[in-house]
């Protein structure tokens, strides 16, 4: 039984600027135990999709099932299987951090949770924080708390989606330590994100969705070894030698050229030299997502 089973999930979305069709027969499975990205640019239906998982929105067709309950018919012991981190922040301002998860245990019916709400509080950073209300915490702090409240009933599911989005890097790290010890633990996880960099350190298997579907899945190992990932960028005013301005995206006098691997940025900057381009400002870094979508896009079609 895979953790989670998404069955040809549809969303249309009905508004006075007529229909979005957010989702178009979107199908996969996340096996018991596995680190999985969602991965998609802005609008792609990421929050749709969890949405729908997380039984706040209805499909316009198809099923989605966790640890085997269906998410509509079977509702909450589906929710009970799963912990959301939401990409909004959402929170009552009245209770204190203590409160705010006794309160979400409560909703799952349990009573004395103290001793994990310490542990929760104390491996997110929050020790110190449980009495805070949560109107004085700066917003870092918040999302720390929504993942402690995620939490609060050790669902067997994890997703988070975007939490890293404007996040400083402490709260990453804090938050990608403990996510990471809890999926070693046997916790599924499901992440979306934009960032490239972040699925590829944790995830084993990656989902692309664009346009409401999924253009790419596969290990992230083989989905990015196939992918131009490095970016070399510079600005210059002089003309590229021509197997290179095939190659480059050009923005006025900045250039940005792919590259598979380390040797194939060393040939390009030969290149350069050779045919005396002077070149300011040299950067090499990773692509960004919007980049590998378009490698992947392109050879679609
Ligand atoms: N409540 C809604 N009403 C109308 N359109 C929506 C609503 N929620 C999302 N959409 C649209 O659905 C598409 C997918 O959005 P979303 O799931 O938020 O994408 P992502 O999380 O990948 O950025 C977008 O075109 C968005 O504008
Ligand atoms: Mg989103």
């Given at each position: 039984?895979?953790?989670?089973?998404f069955?040809h999930v549809t969303k249309t979305f009905?508004?006075?600027?007529?229909t979005v069709q957010a989702l178009d027969g979107v199908s996969?499975?996340?096996?018991?135990?596995?680190?999985?990205?969602l991965?998609g640019p802005n609008g792609a239906g990421k929050t749709t999709l969890?949405?729908i998982?997380?039984?706040?929105?209805?499909a316009s067709g198809g099923?989605?099932?966790?640890?085997?309950?269906?998410?509509?018919?079977?509702?909450?012991?589906?929710?009970?299987?799963?912990?959301?981190?939401?990409?909004?922040?959402?929170?009552?301002?009245?209770?204190?951090?203590?409160?705010?998860?006794?309160?979400?245990?409560?909703?799952?019916?349990?009573?004395?949770?103290?001793?994990?709400?310490?542990?929760?509080?104390?491996?997110?950073?929050?020790?110190?924080?449980?009495?805070?209300?949560?109107?004085?915490?700066?917003?870092?702090?918040?999302?720390?708390?929504?993942?402690?409240?995620?939490?609060?009933?050790?669902?067997?599911?994890?997703?988070?989606?975007?939490?890293?989005?404007?996040?400083?890097?402490?709260?990453?790290?804090?938050?990608?330590?403990?996510?990471?010890?809890?999926?070693?633990?046997?916790?599924?996880?499901?992440?979306?994100?934009?960032?490239?960099?972040?699925?590829?350190?944790?995830?084993?298997?990656?989902a692309m969705l664009k346009h409401g579907r999924v253009v790419?899945?596969?290990?992230?190992?083989?989905?990015?070894?196939?992918?131009?990932?490095?970016?070399?960028?510079?600005?210059?005013?002089?003309?590229?030698?021509?197997?290179?301005?095939?190659?480059?995206?050009?923005?006025?006098?900045?250039?940005?050229?792919?590259?598979?691997?380390?040797?194939?940025?060393?040939?390009?900057?030969?290149?350069?030299?050779?045919?005396?381009?002077?070149?300011?400002?040299?950067?090499?870094?990773?692509?960004?997502?919007?980049?590998?979508?378009?490698?992947?896009?392109?050879?679609?079609?």
């Amino acid at each position: 039984m895979p953790a989670v089973r998404f069955d040809h999930v549809t969303k249309t979305f009905r508004g006075a600027r007529g229909t979005v069709q957010a989702l178009d027969g979107v199908s996969f499975d996340i096996e018991p135990g596995e680190f999985f990205g969602l991965l998609g640019p802005n609008g792609a239906g990421k929050t749709t999709l969890i949405s729908i998982l997380a039984g706040l929105a209805q499909a316009s067709g198809g099923r989605v099932e966790v640890m085997g309950h269906d998410v509509v018919s079977d509702f909450a012991a589906a929710r009970r299987a799963l912990g959301i981190v939401p990409q909004e922040l959402v929170f009552d301002p009245f209770f204190s951090v203590r409160e705010t998860l006794r309160i979400q245990s409560g909703y799952f019916g349990l009573k004395h949770n103290d001793d994990w709400i310490d542990e929760l509080l104390a491996n997110l950073g929050l020790a110190d924080k449980g009495s805070a209300n949560m109107r004085q915490l700066s917003g870092g702090m918040k999302r720390r708390v929504l993942v402690a409240q995620a939490l609060v009933h050790r669902p067997p599911v994890i997703v988070l989606d975007e939490p890293t989005a404007g996040v400083d890097v402490e709260l990453r790290q804090t938050l990608w330590h403990f996510v990471a010890r809890l999926n070693r633990e046997g916790h599924t996880v499901l992440l979306t994100t934009h960032y490239l960099e972040e699925a590829e350190a944790l995830c084993g298997r990656i989902a692309m969705l664009k346009h409401g579907r999924v253009v790419a899945l596969d290990s992230t190992s083989a989905l990015l070894s196939g992918m131009a990932s490095t970016m070399l960028r510079f600005k210059t005013d002089a003309a590229l030698p021509p197997a290179l301005a095939a190659r480059a995206r050009v923005t006025g006098r900045i250039v940005q050229l792919k590259a598979h691997d380390a040797a194939e940025v060393e040939r390009d900057l030969g290149a350069l030299r050779e045919a005396g381009v002077a070149v300011e400002d040299l950067e090499i870094g990773r692509a960004d997502l919007e980049d590998v979508f378009l490698g992947i896009m392109g050879e679609q079609g």
